[in-house]
């Protein structure tokens, strides 16, 4: 088969300008049409609108927040198919040493129960390219799935690598079974860890990796990657990097342009929670700096990007940065806030 490049469409547009978080303009009350076990400690959940009206349009990567009732934001990717309007679907890991969120979710959230959305987001899209190498570890398989799908339908050169604790933890098997070998299901009980770099191979004109697992998968990954092209790798983490060592915190200012306010911002608060008490609305989800929600323009100075999220191109353009956790390498910086 002659591979062509994959052509995806433009996901609609974020909406621009500071919005309070309780208040943001894609925020809206769906309610689970159906829950259904998707592997081992896994749930499958089928969200709809109450009037069964069509949901927003998303791309392959996407997630969504879910604003629980017991306070916390957790986002989850989207893993149904982008052209059903009428639904959106997520799948979640009952994770139980987490703050909760998960456990909320396999508890409380029943079929017909109501449950604060907002999003789309995608801050993981799929690039065109010749080849695809997809990489995936665990409940991360529900990012990939549709780009997997999506790349399938366009004709494009791919690859799945895939592996879990055991095959029954491995969500959505029967959907990839179509695809025969093109997919490597690699569960850890029967294969050890992962091979990347058997799989990612060396350097490959026209292709490019995307990865979305935990932590140790995600370096190795990069590690695999380190001698490809600058922009050939794409991942999608569930938790923030930890820092080898943290950069020293001191005090800066920060000058909102569009609210005409300037602010201290001292060592031990971020520069989100002194916008947030100072009263100027601005939109935020995870505070881990993983979910970009809070990214934002710079109009002068220096972001100390200490987020997980940015790749080295964006950091070193220092056009934007996310305001949840990441820091001024300087006195003052200047924000489009």
């Known amino acids: ?39 081992d400690g896994v749930v499958s959940l089928v969200l709809r609108r109450p009037d069964g009206g069509p ?17 916390t934001i957790r986002q989850y990717s989207l893993c149904g198919k ?36 907002r999003g789309p987001r995608n801050n993981f899209r799929l690039r065109p390219a010749d080849h695809h190498l997809f990489i995936a ?20 050169d791919w690859r799945l690598l895939y592996g879990g604790r055991t095959r029954g933890s491995m969500a959505f098997l029967d959907r990839l079974a179509p695809y ?4 490597l299901l690699r569960p850890q009980d029967e294969y050890g860890l992962l091979d990347l770099a058997a799989f990612i191979g060396p350097p490959r004109a026209g292709t490019l990796v995307h990865a979305c697992g935990p932590e140790p998968m995600l370096r190795a990954a990069r590690e695999q990657c380190a001698g490809w092209p600058s922009g050939t790798l794409g991942i999608e983490r569930f938790a923030p990097v930890q820092p080898v060592e943290a950069a020293p915190a001191g005090a800066f200012e920060v000058v909102l342009t569009r609210s ?20 100027v609305p601005v939109l935020f989800s995870c505070r881990e700096g993983t ?47």
């Not at 056009?319 to 820091?327: E, G």
């Open 55 to 71: 949901l927003p349009a998303w791309t392959p990567g996407a997630h969504i927040d879910l604003l629980l009732e017991n306070g």
């Open 180 to 183: 025969g070998d093109r997919v």
């Open 291 to 337: 979910c970009g929600t809070c990214e934002t323009d710079v109009v002068e100075g220096t972001p100390d990007h200490r987020d997980s999220l940015l790749d080295d191109d964006e950091r070193a353009a220092g056009s934007t940065m996310l305001i949840c956790v990441s820091r001024a390498c300087g006195p003052r910086l200047m924000l489009d806030l």
């Open 82 to 117: 982008p052209a059903d309007r009428s639904a959106w679907r997520i799948a979640v890991l009952r994770e139980p040493n987490g703050r909760g969120g998960s456990a909320h979710i396999h508890d409380r959230l029943a079929e017909g129960a109501a449950v604060r959305v």
């Open 137 to 156: 570890g665990g409940v991360g398989i529900t990012a990939i799935l549709p780009m997997v799908e999506a790349a399938d339908a366009a004709g494009t």
């Open 260 to 279: 005409g306010r300037t602010l201290t911002v001292p060592p031990d608060r971020s520069i989100l929670e002194v916008v947030e008490e100072a009263g």
């Open 1 to 39: 088969m002659t591979s062509q490049p994959l052509q995806i469409p433009h996901a609609p547009p974020v909406p621009e300008g500071p919005q309070a978080a309780s208040a943001a303009p894609d925020e809206t009350t769906l309610v689970v049409g159906t829950r259904a076990r998707a592997a």
